[in-house]
């Protein structure tokens, strides 16, 4: 043997993985989700998701570059950030969205932290968030050609039925990489097989998010509703492959599954009371500002400093089985009780609910003494509400029908109509209205249903001063107008308030569509 | 029924292949042989011999030094040569007895007289396995006579004999337990007999089906052994996995496995016993396995302890051009040396020779959190944070994390995509972290 012989301390064989082949691995598993949006959404989504790869790569190099630090482009993970935050755009941005994004995800979250692995939030979602909060009318533009409509997830946040089949398929419109669960899917069991990922995080995460929205959403354990959910917007592909990124997500098997409950209740959160449609985005970069006090509470106990590690394997199951048998307890009897109280409370809301209707109809339709359902106008706004919910092509707005009513009179002539319509845009959420009208569509009355605006400001179109403006008129349609009113179709926007005056404009025209529709 | 097995671990390549149907060959040493004084835990054993004197197989040359260690025992007959340093297997000089065989291995009074076990006193097989001179054949290197001696004999419920043999490419175990079952069988009944509460498990990994056979077809009828097979995996013959894998019992560092009562020896240990015991043969050899792409010929050998190790790399063929490693033991924690002229001692079990360093063929990049090191780490760590705590050479972080229950398998190392020495870091602050506390004291 001419040479040394090599001497290193032990071990000395090593796995065949490395950082790099992970990388490439997530970048294989997002194929189908590419292919896919590109095919969805055009050649253009394909140049959208070239810039943010480019831009991801060329900033890392130039970085590393410029400070004289070695060149790790070949690892593959700005080539993951470029992609991924390309897949989390709409498909109308400017090329422009996706460079800065990706400088920005490359630039300020990852290096200015140290480099791989030192970055304390997902890159692609960091870049993202900062997209949404300073370009919000671009971030939020799904109008692509050849692909209309709202994103299922705004039409399930506006009351609408969305189908569930074309949402796992991709068949809805959303962001380039979000549409298609079964892509993702198919991209989330390949990384399990090839074993870069555990299912842990994403499916305790959606399922940590179903029941959240079983319990909080207001559509109980509605199945078609809980898989709208799960399948539309941004779940998918965050809970696959933005919350299971290494860097910013727990080392810990305990912290993971903290981490991925704490995710599914903060999307639930975030979904169901905030203003957007979307929460996975912020919840997952909120979750990893949390990664280093999870890890914290969740470090392992090492081997053998069990109580009773020398017993045996009987007593420490017997251990566990009480702290779960307990919980279990502890939701059953309290679900127990939710079920009771709402039971007991049921029927009384119901009446009370149904006597202030009655009021309100009578109030805003003096001319009838007795009310039925108008099955006639129950037809005509089920037939201009779309299946996605939006009603007459969307030119009101959020808007749904709550259900019409035929005034009549003592000898069974119908002699107005009550229409209750809600519009999602109020600024503190839903408003709904009673809109009574003559049968020719004259307004008669109007009433507040529901309205939780802000005191003192959108409060006040509670006030005659405001909605007797709308009392009384003949007209097809109301404009908003600032100061004074000129004309019967002007309405004086309340000051302060203009979210709430468009708002409940939208909704009375929405009214007099309808009756003077069915009229024509 | 589920197999016994443990939390963590990995699943190297196992190249196992290449010995396993090799049968064992006496390979008979040649002139010189030598007998480093610290070839077990514990003090180093004293001289009884000098330079010049004659001596015969089986005479013992050095005694025990103190309560923990163990007799050495000449493997030849010959003349001292003398006694000075010399290089073994870990990289140091160890004060060591030179041998001259005369190649005529004369043997002392009474070698390989057949005693009847049954006949035998607790303390008479005590004395014989400390006469003997064995130690853990495992690689720990044990005195087994002070292994044999807990304080409380009848708290022991499991005697276990470790035949997992879960370190890649070593088949020396597995041909024993092919080859000289009975001898394993009856080695475990003499220690039975030291501990009348005992149960004697023999357990072996699942991946050597004709071994598992083989040993319960010898231990047929034995009411107090039962053979348990194991799941293959990677660290799955470490003490305290196999211990938590037969028994369900979990023991730390601070822990001996008699305190789970248990204990645990390995196959050569227990066939060694036998022989001391059963054939009045003290540990003059062991079973060795020769093997690794780098190797000629691989192979498994009776060797002579205190043959080097150049001997049986001639005798299997030689190195192959262009190996670049050569280690004693397996890959995964077996000692690289930069030499073949060192003697083969008690604890060393095989050669390794290998083409290909993995450790140096990739680079390190930087940790990308991805977990498989706490995934795998059998004693339930986090080394990525015990790697960053040891890149500080901050001793107490390095504590604090639990880092002195690593005993150094290298499940996390291999399994690191990022290429990060994380067990030579573990290393390292052990040693810190242990020469602190002897200064303490």
Known sequence: ?520 | MKLATFRGGVHPDDGKSLAKDCPIQVLLPGNELVFPLSQHIGAPAVPVVKKKDTVLMGQRIAEAGGFVSANIVSSVSGVVKNIEPRLTVSGVKVNSIIIENDGNYTPVEGLGAKRDLDSMSKQEILTAVKDAGIVGLGGAGFPTHVKLSPKDPDAIDYIIVNGAECEPYLTADYRLMIEQPEKLVGGLKAMLKLFDNAKGVIAIENNKPDAIASVQKAAAGEERIEVRPLKTKYPQGAERNLIFAVTGRKINSTKLPADAGCIVDNVDTVVSTYMAVAESTPLMRRIFTATGEGIEKPANYEVKIGMSFAEIAEASGGLKEGTTKIIAGGPMMGMAMSSLDVPVGKTNSALLALLKDEAAEYEETACINCGRCVDVCPSRLVPKMMMDAAERFDKESFIALNGMECYECGSCTYACPAKRPLTQGFKQMRQAVMADRRKKK
């Open chain 1, 1 to 520: 043997m001419d040479g040394l012989f090599h001497v290193s301390s032990s071990p000395h064989v090593r796995s065949k993985d490395t950082s790099a082949s992970i990388m490439f691995d997530v970048a294989i598993a997002l194929v189908p989700a590419t292919i896919f949006g590109i095919w969805r959404f055009g050649l253009y989504s394909a140049l959208i998701l070239l810039v943010a790869i480019g831009f991801a790569i060329l900033s890392e190099y130039m970085f590393e570059r410029l400070t004289g630090q070695k060149i790790t482009i070949a690892d593959g993970s700005a080539l993951v950030t470029g992609l991924l935050l390309g897949l989390n755009l709409p498909a109308t941005v400017p090329l422009w969205i996706p460079a800065l994004g990706s400088a920005f995800a490359i630039l300020f979250v990852k290096q200015f932290f140290g480099g791989l692995g030192q970055n304390f939030m997902n890159p692609a979602l960091g870049a993202r968030c900062f997209l949404l909060i300073s370009f919000t009318g671009l971030m939020g533009n799904f109008n692509v050609d050849g692909v209309s409509g709202a994103t299922p997830l705004a039409i399930l946040k506006s009351g609408g039925n969305i189908d569930v089949a074309a949402s796992f398929l991709g068949m809805t419109n959303g962001t380039i990489g979000e549409v298609s669960a079964l892509a993702l899917i198919i991209g989330g069991i390949y990384l399990l097989v090839r074993k870069v990922i555990t299912w842990h995080i994403p499916v305790i995460y959606v399922c940590s998010f179903a029941i959240f929205e079983a319990l909080f959403a207001g559509h109980g354990a509605d199945p078609r509703f809980l898989l709208a959910e799960i399948f539309s917007g941004g779940l998918m592909l965050g809970a696959i492959f933005m919350a299971t990124d290494y860097v910013s997500c727990p080392i810990t098997k305990n912290g993971k599954i903290v981490y991925a409950v704490l995710l599914g209740v903060l999307t639930g959160i975030l979904r169901t009371l905030g203003p957007s449609a979307e929460g996975v985005s912020y919840a997952i970069i909120l979750c990893n500002i949390m990664v280093p006090l999870i890890e914290r509470v969740t470090m392992p106990k090492a081997f053998g400093y069990e109580k009773n590690a020398l017993q045996g394997r009987q007593k420490i199951s017997m251990k566990l089985y009480k702290p779960a048998a307990a919980l279990v307890g502890i939701t059953a009897i309290a679900g127990l009780l939710l079920g009771v109280v709402y039971e007991l409370t049921k029927g009384p809301i119901a009446d009370a609910e149904l006597k202030a209707k009655a009021a309100a109809y009578a109030a805003v339709c003096p001319q009838a003494s007795e009310f039925e359902a108008a099955q006639e106008l129950d037809e005509y706004t089920a037939s201009i509400t779309a299946a996605d919910g939006s009603v007459a092509d969307g030119q009101f707005g959020r808007v749904v029908y709550d259900g019409n009513y035929a005034g009549l009179d003592e000898n069974g002539n119908v002699v107005g109509y009550v229409v209750n319509v809600t519009t999602k845009e109020g600024f503190g959420g839903e408003i709904s209205i009673s809109v009574g009208m003559d049968t020719e569509g004259k307004t008669t009355g109007l009433a507040f249903l529901t309205i939780n605006e802000t005191a003192g400001l959108g409060m006040n179109a509670t006030k005659e001063s405001f909605y007797t403006q709308y009392v009384d008129k003949q007209v097809e349609e109301f404009t908003l107008v600032k100061g004074a009113a000129s004309a019967d179709n002007e309405i004086s926007a309340m000051s302060g308030a203009s979210v709430t005056s468009q708002a409940v404009t939208n909704a009375v025209n929405a009214a007099l569509y309808a009756v003077q529709g069915l009229s024509e």
